[in-house]
């Protein structure tokens, strides 16, 4: 059976927004994707953002070794974006990131994940280049949520 698994960016949301947006698409557990999880945007580092997750019934896992490296998000800034994706890709073929997709792609498996980075638009964020690795892995049709989207 086809699994969902959505995706999600923080940027520009208040976290009651995000957390409606994983709660209103039957999120159970986030993967939060980054490689240093901490925010300037209050609500949004990891132990803030894992309690606030416990209180509303959703799990938190940070699996580091998905994120993007330095050098490769200040290449993805400056708009490089083969800079960016080579370091992304030389990360995910470390035996560390690859126990890291396994983690991931068990979760997935189970229903309910959501991978969660930074950036509002997945086509910039490399939480979409995890997704694609997993889709590799495991039938799954990927959603990405918006923290201000209704239904």
Not at 9 to 32: H, K, S
Not at 52 to 58: E, H, V
Request: glycine share 8%; aromatic share 6%.
């Amino acid at each position: 059976p086809m699994t969902t698994l959505r995706t999600i960016g923080y940027e520009g949301a208040t976290l009651p927004a995000f957390l409606a947006a994983l709660a209103r698409a039957g999120v159970t557990v986030l993967i939060d994707v980054r490689d240093a999880p901490v925010s300037r945007k209050k609500g949004f580092s990891k132990n803030d953002l894992a309690a606030a997750l416990r209180s509303a019934g959703i799990g938190y896992v940070h699996l580091r070794w998905l994120g993007n490296p330095k050098p490769g998000r200040d290449a993805g800034r400056a708009g490089d974006i083969a800079t960016y994706h080579r370091h992304y890709f030389a990360r995910l073929a470390t035996p560390e990131a690859q126990a890291a997709l396994g983690e991931a792609a068990r979760l997935a498996a189970a229903g309910g994940a959501c991978l969660m980075c930074f950036e509002r638009d997945p086509t910039h964020c490399h939480r979409t280049l995890v997704a694609n690795a997993l889709a590799e892995r495991l039938p799954v049709e990927v959603e990405n949520l918006a923290p201000d989207a209704v239904r």
